[in-house]
């Protein structure tokens, strides 16, 4: 069996997009798209074991967006293709672009979806599941073991329309990462700190990684709080995806450790990892990850470090 470093669970999907930039209609997107490229483009730079996708497309997905997995180096036999359409998200972006509005999900093949991972795939280092509705990425989690960490992404809408699941899930992964409005909605609070410490509450242990766009991230290890800044940019096209490829980035970085995650080391996969999102943003859809050299990426890095002082 090969232990691939990440194995992600997430919607595989197409994307109409507004911001004040322009518009794009189905756009390849989807949490496992965006969080694919980027755990890809690190396991090339770091000269992983491979990242493996599980998902649903539709009978109206395309080859070329197939190949756009393979080429990036993504192993696919986990993607079901289904009959019916591939599940389809509408979403527009205002002012600072911090949030998204949701206007269409369409979820499609993912409606009647029960994930099957490859059998070879049941102990990836690091299990990622990405957001999807919280039934299947339990599917996702009964049937592999992740070797080292498993880790979660959500949303507001399974906030609101399955709650209970969503709980039961995040008290089995052992690091949730929400952004800070989802955060608050959680835990019914303003205050981001004492709204983040009721959320881990409600976790079995573990960490909590909060994303706070423009503001940097938040994160609650059992040894302390971290907090890393953004990394400033003027380029904001279209934000869709950046939790995602943060997420990816997260999780690649910690495939390459051993033993327990510890604080240091989850601050300086969440460098990573926030570096990695900047990118996403400056164009739409995954164009900008996907492309992404390790010359560009290794000098964002250094002058990151340098603003930052992080280094
Ligand atoms: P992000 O901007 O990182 O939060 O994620 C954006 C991606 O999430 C888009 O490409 C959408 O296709 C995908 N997405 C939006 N809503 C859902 C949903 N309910 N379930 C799964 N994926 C979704």
Redesign the pocket.
Known sequence: MIIMDVLIV??L?Y?SLETPHGSRLDEL???A??GGFSAAFHNRRLTGNGVALVGVVGEDFKQDHLEWYIQSGLEVSGIESSSGQT?R?K?SYHGDMSE?V?HE?HLNVFEHFQPKVPISHTSPKVLMCA???PALQLSVLNQSQAKRVSILDS?N?WINIAYDELIEVMRKVDIVVLNDGEVRMLASDDNLVTAAQTVLEMMNGGMLVVKRGEHGVLALHPDGVISIPAYPTSNVTD??????SFAGALSQFLAQGSGKVGRKELAESLVHATVTASFTIEEFGTERIRNLTIEEYESRLEEYRIISQTS
């Open positions: 997430g919607s999907a994307d997107g989807g949490s798209s965006y599940f998200w979403g998204a949701t999900t957001n999807l509705h949303m809408l934000p869709t995806g950046c939790g995602d």
